[in-house]
């Protein structure tokens, strides 16, 4: 570069050399403000406590028993994210199914205590079958309504987030998928033999739900599966692991003893996604979650074969637990992390006819309800079980309101359904969302019984049951539609950030 001649320094005026100065400082200012109010992402993780005491009741399976023992400890794990302009939180619970009154009630005190809107609250249960149960007949959030448990429940749930909250940190962000089909198995089966399709009702179903393993009567599945595990990985800026949120479409394993209280394989996918990324006994501690996706029709056996050894109590659990750590943990190497993305979520109520029964229902299970009286002592069987069921939807409203929630992180959408969810209704928003990734956390907000589509519902079996699935046959398309506007309406909100 030449130097200004000495001769011509006269010819620059004062006035100019100050002005270039000037604009100079203010350039230097600028991009210092910038980078002083550039927002910055933040991410904490906190569990909280929700084990029942013993002698509550165990639901998961045709009849409730009393909790005698706590084979692991039941957890509310709570992820809190912050773009800087907007906070929203995840929570996982370990139950089969947790009402909306006690999920309203726990959204209501995380408000009031750290001002996230409800909206911008997902809290949804695991459903494992081996923990004690949430439910009740609540129509308000005035705590005297609530039982014991109920009330615990949404106190620590509100607990975990406003700890999840304290934690908060500047954080990175990924996520990523990988796909597991071992364990997924659709469980409602064509079969040749009518004698495996008879229903509660009187009727013959076209399909079996678990029919015989290995069995020469079988014929197809009824549905497919969903082998994707998507996750969610935050870390602090200098790569210390933080949480990680993974959604798998399968029911629980089960294989505990009767009478124990156990998270299931939720509650070892926790421990083991933490061992493999090296986060024990760090401080604060790292969380892992494992959200239960669209499984309302998928469970871990294979249909086709004899079952292949026995497994000791627990031992299947933690193989499959072990065995979608070990996919994330692979996937998790090649993850991209984000120093910033936005976050946005959007919540509605969507209103849906409840099923009712047909006047040859109510004359059947009438009949069924008086010769049981005769003979209280012996143990029930499904046919009165689903009286009772009856006898309760006559007294229930015609119409319900159901919450419908969507997130979006980035080019991630989450979507929340509150029911036991088919896969195809997954994979159908994987397909049609307009995300470049998607899951969804079903039992999420509430618990309304199954949802199976219209087709499944023509088919029959267990999971379309009145008394198993209360709402309108149609409703798994409205709720589908009501989702892929919610997250149309997400990605351009996100789209202006």
Aim: hydrophobic share 40%; proline share 6%; charged share 25%.
């Amino acid at each position: 570069m030449h130097a200004i001649p000495a001769t011509w320094a006269f010819r620059i005026p004062a006035a100019v050399i100050l002005l270039a100065f000037s604009c100079y400082l203010q350039t230097g200012n600028s991009r210092v403000l910038a980078e002083e109010t550039k927002p910055v992402f933040r991410a904490g993780a906190a569990t909280s406590n929700i084990t029942p005491p013993l002698g509550e009741l165990i639901v998961g399976g045709w009849q409730p028993i009393p909790a005698t023992n706590i084979h692991d400890e039941l957890h509310a794990r709570c992820l809190v994210l912050d773009d800087g302009n907007v906070k929203l939180a995840i929570v996982l619970c370990d139950n089969v199914g947790i009402p909306r009154e006690v999920f309203d009630l726990a959204k209501q005190k995380i408000e009031a205590a750290t001002g996230i809107p409800a909206s911008h609250l997902l809290l949804a249960a695991t459903h494992t079958h081996s923990a004690t149960t949430a439910r009740g007949p609540l129509k308000t959030l005035a705590e005297t309504d609530f039982t014991d448990y109920q009330r615990f429940l949404a106190h620590r749930i509100s607990d975990g987030v406003r700890r999840a909250l304290a934690q908060l940190e500047p954080a990175r962000i990924g996520w990523g998928k990988i796909d597991e089909p071992s364990e997924v198995f659709n469980r409602r089966w064509f079969v040749t033999d009518t004698s495996l399709l008879a229903n509660p009702f009187g009727g013959i179903d076209r399909v079996r739900m678990n029919p015989p393993r290995g069995s020469s009567r079988l014929d197809r599945p009824a549905g497919p599966v969903d082998p994707e595990i998507s996750f969610v990985s935050v870390q602090s800026l200098e790569g210390r692991p933080i949480a990680l949120l993974a959604n798998y479409s399968l029911h629980y394993v089960g294989g505990v003893r009767s009478g124990d209280v156990s998270a299931d394989y939720f509650g070892y996918f926790a421990k083991f996604i933490g061992d493999k990324l090296g986060a024990t006994d760090q401080s604060p501690p790292f969380v892992g979650i494992l959200s239960n996706g669209t499984s309302g029709d998928v469970n871990n056996i294979n249909f086709r074969e004899q079952s292949p050894r026995k497994y000791e109590r627990y031992e299947k659990m933690q193989e499959v637990a072990e065995k979608v750590a070990s996919r994330v943990f692979e996937a998790h190497q090649q993850l991209t992390f984000h120093d910033w993305v936005p976050l946005a979520a959007q919540h509605m109520d969507l209103t849906l006819k409840t099923r009712q029964p047909t006047p040859a229902m109510v004359d059947h299970f009438a009949k069924i309800t008086a010769s049981s009286e005769s003979n209280s002592s012996r143990r029930r069987s499904r046919e009165e079980i689903y009286a009772e069921r009856i006898g309760k939807i006559q007294q229930a409203p015609e119409e319900v309101s159901i919450p419908l929630q969507v997130i979006g992180i980035g080019d991630l959408g989450i979507s929340a359904i509150p029911f036991e969810t088919f896969a195809e209704t997954g994979l159908e928003l994987k397909d049609r969302s307009p995300f470049k990734d998607t899951f969804t956390i079903e039992l999420a907000n509430g618990s309304y019984g199954y949802l199976p589509t219209p087709e499944q519902h023509r088919l029959g079996g267990y999971e379309t049951w009145l008394g198993t699935s209360y709402v309108e046959e149609n409703a798994s398309r409205k709720i589908v539609e009501s989702l892929l506007e919610m997250f149309r309406s997400l990605q351009q909100d996100n789209g202006r950030k």
